[in-house]
């Protein structure tokens, strides 16, 4: 069970998430924390709002962090994300070093940790990511199913 930390990171990622969806975005929202606990970075998703199709959220908060850290390497740290990363944003998370990903509900379509592919767990790269998912799985997974239902009925 996680404890009342990495909930409250969650949230944050999930008031990301919610600003990206009002911004048209799929809502997805990452956090990047440090290991002393403070949020270094935090984002939704804005490949639309950048004409950018790598603006995923965790992609855009990685850069953040590095620009902030002025390092490119972001070892220590801890990602909080509303889904399962994609094969995309797997990969630059091992080349960030990034330590830990936590994120909420699993992406069975295009999954790139646990559900379809293990970038960074399955022990060929030269980094390993430690990874959980579910945190907050029902909240994380039910603003995305709000977001696709209202834009389908459009």
């Known amino acids: ?4 930390r990495e909930s409250r990171y969650m949230e944050l990622a999930l008031v990301q998430a919610r600003l990206a969806a009002e911004r048209g975005e799929v809502p997805v929202g990452a956090v990047l924390v440090g290991a002393d606990g403070a949020v270094v970075a935090s984002d939704g998703n804005r ?3 950048y004409n950018d199709p790598t603006a995923h959220a ?11 850290l002025t390092n490119y390497r972001l070892s220590g740290t801890t990602l909080y994300v509303t889904i399962e ?3 995309m944003c797997a990969g630059a998370l091992v080349h960030a070093r990034v330590s830990r ?3 909420g509900a699993d992406d069975p379509k295009a999954g790139g ?3 379809l592919y293990h970038v960074g767990r399955d022990g060929r790269l030269n980094h390993t990511l430690e990874v959980a998912g579910g945190l907050l799985a029902g909240e994380c997974s039910a603003v995305l199913k709000d977001f696709f239902q209202r834009k389908r009925k459009k």
Not at 58 to 68: C, D, I, S
Request: proline residues 7%; hydrophobic residues 50%.
């Open 47 to 49: 490949p639309i709002e």
């Open 85 to 87: 990363p994609c094969v």
């Open 1 to 4: 069970m996680a404890d009342c």
């Open 113 to 115: 940790m646990m559900s």
């Open 101 to 103: 990903v936590v994120y």
């Open 58 to 68: 965790e992609m855009l908060v990685m850069r953040q962090a590095g620009q902030k």
